[in-house]
């Protein structure tokens, strides 16, 4: 998919040197699944910040990376962009990458059997012959499609989580987190 396709130049995206009529095969914010032809997102997570694996992306096929704007020194063939919030443009690039969705997504949140609950409703469907995904804890299961393994976050990052809505099947359960709002 060429670059321009993939994201929304604007206000909130420039291009700062580079093609932006690119052929994009793969996208990725973790630089140890980078391909030749990806797209890398530099995120800066709690604990890591993706702008440290810029060089490691490009020595392993990234021929674009997404960034906060940070000065960063790359060579002139691969293009750089930045934007306002790369977490968020980046998923919304994986959603026009991945666009195949599920006819129904449920999300299961709650205190405890997130997780169980999702793989219950899952089999259940699967069962009654209904494809069905779930997506939690264990990772994305299915068991006629795809079986991605635990990516090892509770909250599957946006590649992650495209790439399974991307399957053929009628219906996704996915493991959802709370979090409790304190107001004062």
């Known amino acids: 998919m060429q670059l321009t396709n993939l ?16 052929d994009i095969t793969h996208l990725t914010s973790d630089s140890r699944d980078v391909q030749q032809g990806s797209l890398f997102a530099a995120i800066s997570g709690e604990k890591v910040d993706g702008h440290k694996f810029i060089n490691s992306a490009i020595r392993k096929g990234a021929i674009a990376i997404l960034t906060d704007g940070r000065d960063v020194e ?9 934007a306002n919030n790369v977490r968020r443009e980046f998923a919304k690039a994986c959603a026009r990458f991945w666009s195949l969705r599920p006819n129904f997504l449920v999300g299961v949140t709650g205190t405890n059997g997130k997780t169980s609950t999702v ?27 795809l079986n991605l393994p635990f990516s090892g976050l509770t909250t599957p990052s946006s590649e ?25």
């Open 160 to 184: 992650y989580l495209f790439s399974a809505l991307n399957i053929f099947c009628k219906i996704i359960f996915l493991m959802q987190l709370s979090k409790l709002l304190v107001t004062g």
């Open 119 to 145: 793989e219950f409703l899952r089999q259940i469907w699967e069962r009654n012959t209904w494809n069905a995904v779930s997506v939690g804890t264990l990772g994305v299961r299915s068991s006629s499609k």
């Open 7 to 22: 994201l929304n130049f604007s206000d909130s995206i420039k291009i700062v040197q580079g093609d932006k009529n690119i």
């Open 74 to 82: 790359v060579p002139k063939t691969v293009s750089v962009l930045t």
